[in-house]
């Protein structure tokens, strides 16, 4: 904090930060309305089955993500095995397949038609269903396992770090007290690493919470689908708002738990001290365990679904490779480039007036602006639409006063509003690259270069800017990724006859069909590995 910014750059980050958190006041504001017909019917008949499938859900994924991901990573950080370096990265690809898709694959597998029934039935010669008993595929608990498949990297990510930055002398000492591996496992790695696990478990029940498209598949009415269904059948925005304040309710709750537990963490850091890693060497009956229970996660979590919708689309690729297919293709990519530029000039913005200006209220707007990607995109999708509609009433109004005829909806009913949407929710993934780049910048760079004569805009564009490239090139990727993948908020606010790669392959996954969106699907899941593989490579150039 050394330079006297002008009061400009003050006004245009507030302007920025408050054109952010916009939707989520505008959404308290509209759950306040009165609408009793709507949201009483809702309380009376079906709410409360939202609310208890919200919970049970997001506590069985945490509970299924959690067992997935902790034998994982202990024994990816604590053993040598065959093909552990080959596993500490693959079992982060999970994260890049879309929840949806996943679910629809393993439906096509277990159900009833498909061959892992119709192969029992021929082999033990059942007729009817009646013969024997099946798990519902379609059911809570599947959409649950299906969650936990494809969120417990979250977990694992964090507790394979917090495992291996465990001090090597405290290995040392439960060895020489004659703690077995398991022992020190169970006594010593894994509560030391409970604040890693806490962190990790919140991430994965708050995308539990955000994801729409497998409960909606799978037809397990939650608050996600509720606010969905509230807003296109009983197009009450208000009763909407509603719902949408209640997720959000169970939303802050869950973040100020990570808080909690991020605090505990940082604390419990500066009690340890790193050092060399001595890992136990597996061998016979142990190593083939832990590399058929690693390579099984893998399979069972991204190979076999991978390799289903690239067989998928082998069969149908005539009729996939069209011209619909080129036009969606060409809306995700422009917009998710268009957003991603915008998050990043805002995150440029926002984190040089915090690091540079002398006032402390200036470090409020990068704050307010990181809210934004705590709303889930349904919720998200609702607080934009209540702003925005009420713009566009008044934009006709005014015309129609001046004897001009109305222009229509043309803030709700163009691509506009949901570039603002992906602007809104993103902005938060950018902010963080940028920030944690500029804590690598010495302060004594800053004031070198106003000792030289440098302005606050000269210093930004000629010192900042070009070391701060890394960051940048990882907010404008990371945002980009998760513009092309994001569901919720397309669906919801896409205009009348516009489609992008994701509302595109769900429309297939709705209709049971998506061997003809499989090529799609592929795209989406192969630009995600980008990602991954960058911050795979940046976690190994740190240690």
């Keep these: 904090m050394i330079l006297g910014l002008a009061r400009r750059w003050s006004v245009a980050s507030y302007t920025l930060a408050l054109l952010i958190v916009m939707p989520l006041i505008a959404l308290i504001l509209q759950s306040l309305m009165p609408d009793e017909a709507v949201f009483g019917h809702l309380i009376d008949t079906v709410l409360p089955t939202y609310i208890s499938n919200s919970l049970l859900l997001m506590f069985w994924v945490v509970i299924g993500a959690l067992l997935l991901a902790i034998p994982a990573a202990w024994l990816v950080a604590k053993c040598r095995f065959p093909g552990r370096n080959i596993f500490q990265w693959a079992l982060l690809l999970p994260l890049a397949m879309p929840a949806y898709v996943v679910a629809y694959v393993y439906t096509d597998l277990l159900d009833y038609a498909g061959p892992v029934q119709r192969s ?40 394979r770090t917090a495992f291996m930055e465990q001090s090597a002398s405290l290995g040392h ?30 991430l994965v029940a708050m995308e539990t919470a955000a994801d729409f498209a497998t409960v909606s598949y799978f037809a397990v009415p939650t608050l996600t689908t509720a606010v969905y269904d509230t807003w296109f059948e009983y197009g009450s925005l208000t009763a909407a708002a509603k719902l949408s304040t209640i997720m959000l309710f169970v939303i802050f709750a869950m973040i100020g738990f990570e808080r909690f537990a991020r605090r505990k963490q940082q604390l419990f850091q500066k009690q340890s001290s790193p050092g060399e890693l001595d890992r136990y060497s597996l061998s016979g009956v142990k190593a083939f365990a832990a590399t058929g229970y690693c390579f099984g996660l893998l399979t069972l979590a991204f190979l076999l679904p991978f390799a289903i919708l690239l067989q998928y689309a082998w069969g149908y690729f005539a009729e996939s490779w069209n011209a619909k297919f080129f036009e969606y293709s060409f809306n995700s990519l422009w917009i998710s480039l268009l957003v991603s530029v915008i998050c990043v000039c805002i995150g440029i913005v926002l984190m040089f007036v915090r690091r540079v200006s002398p006032r402390r209220a200036d470090m409020l707007p990068s704050r307010l602006a990181s809210t934004g990607y705590a709303l889930p995109g349904t919720v998200l999708a609702i607080g934009i639409l209540v702003p925005f509609t009420q713009l566009d009433f008044a934009i006709n109004d005014v015309a129609e006063y001046f004897g001009f005829e109305g222009p229509g909806l043309i ?56 070391l701060l490239r890394k960051g940048i090139f990882a907010g404008l990727l990371l945002v980009f990724i998760e513009c092309m993948k994001e569901l919720p908020a397309a ?26 969106g499989a090529l799609a699907a592929i795209v989406i899941v192969l630009v995600g590995l980008v990602p991954l593989i960058y911050l795979n490579r940046s976690l190994e150039q740190e240690k």
């Design 491 to 516: 669906l919801l606010l896409r205009p009348i006859g516009f489609e992008n790669l994701a509302t595109y392959v769900f429309q297939f996954v709705s209709d049971e069909q998506l061997e003809h």
């Design 120 to 159: 029992l039935r021929g082999l033990l010669g059942w007729q009817t269903p009646h013969d024997y008993y099946f798990p519902e595929v379609r059911s809570l608990g599947g959409a649950a396992i299906m969650l936990a498949l494809v969120l417990f990297p979250y977990i694992y990510l964090l507790a």
């Design 173 to 202: 000492a439960a060895r020489v007290m004659g703690c077995s591996p398991w022992k020190s496992f169970w006594r010593l790695s894994l509560p030391m690493a409970r604040p890693a696990l806490a962190v990790g478990a919140t």
């Design 411 to 466: 803030l709700t009913g163009s691509v506009f509003i949901l570039v603002c949407a992906f602007c809104i929710r993103f902005a938060a993934i950018a902010i963080g690259s940028i920030e944690n780049s500029y804590k690598r910048i010495s302060p004594s760079l800053d004031m070198a270069s106003v000792t030289l004569g440098l302005t606050p805009k000269a210093l930004l564009a000629r010192v900042h800017v070009p």
